[in-house]
């Protein structure tokens, strides 16, 4: 496995040295060293692992000043380096010519999502991660894997149902799994929050679903 920072993101490359793509987005924390290492965890897996860094080099630990400087960030620089990111990894002479998968968290759960409707024919797997979206989903062709807890303050009960919802209604290939006795962030092992058990469940779900539905170049 190989990674580098890659201007203003995180690359990480399988001992292959090519698979699948899979664009990871941050929670409002920042390109923190645990989303590094999450993008080390799915070279391991024979994925080719990008993160840009959606708030210009800012990470914190305070979920207070997290929420201030999503605020204060400009969602049209965010939705364009999204949006160049997805065509940079499917550039890559590492990834295939083939959609890519992407995996979000909290707020970039809801990029994930926005990326599935709107960029349709660049995204084939979409993994959110306590994260939702109220756009028009009719045009994705992703498939879909929700994580969800079962107490989040930061997650609306009723559009996170509407969601999943309308992507069954749509016809879209979708899995949304809840955890019980789980928060916000209990993926994320820096975090108070985290559930090692469920992490592990999740983990391994999502490794499945992102070996389905991107093909048979990973382990």
Request: with cysteine; glycine share 8%; proline share 6%.
């Amino acid at each position: 496995m190989a990674s580098r920072s890659a201007g203003s993101g995180y690359l990480a490359l399988p001992d292959a040295l090519e698979g699948p793509g899979v664009l990871v987005l941050h929670a409002w924390w920042g390109l923190t060293p645990f989303f590094k290492q999450l993008c080390d965890r799915l070279a391991e897996a024979g994925f080719v692992a990008l993160a840009p860094d959606l708030l210009a080099g800012h990470t914190t630990d305070d979920p207070e000043e997290a929420r201030e400087t999503l605020a204060d960030a400009d969602m049209d620089a965010t939705l364009d380096l999204v949006r160049s990111s997805v065509l940079t990894l499917r550039g890559l002479p590492a990834t295939p010519a083939t959609p890519i998968g992407t995996l979000g968290f909290s707020m970039g759960g809801s990029w994930a999502l926005w990326i599935a409707s709107r960029m349709p024919e660049q995204v084939a797997a979409t993994v959110v991660f306590y994260g939702t979206q109220n756009v028009d989903m009719s045009p994705a062709t992703s498939a879909f894997l929700g994580h969800f807890a079962e107490v989040d303050p930061y997650v609306d009960d009723d559009e996170r149902t509407l969601l999943e919802a309308d992507l069954h209604v749509l016809d879209k290939d979708v899995e949304f799994h809840h955890y019980p006795g789980t928060g916000h962030w209990f993926f994320e092992e820096d975090r108070p929050a985290y559930d090692e058990p469920a992490a592990a469940l999740a983990w391994d779900r999502t490794l499945a679903f992102l070996q389905a539905h991107l093909g048979e170049n990973c382990r």
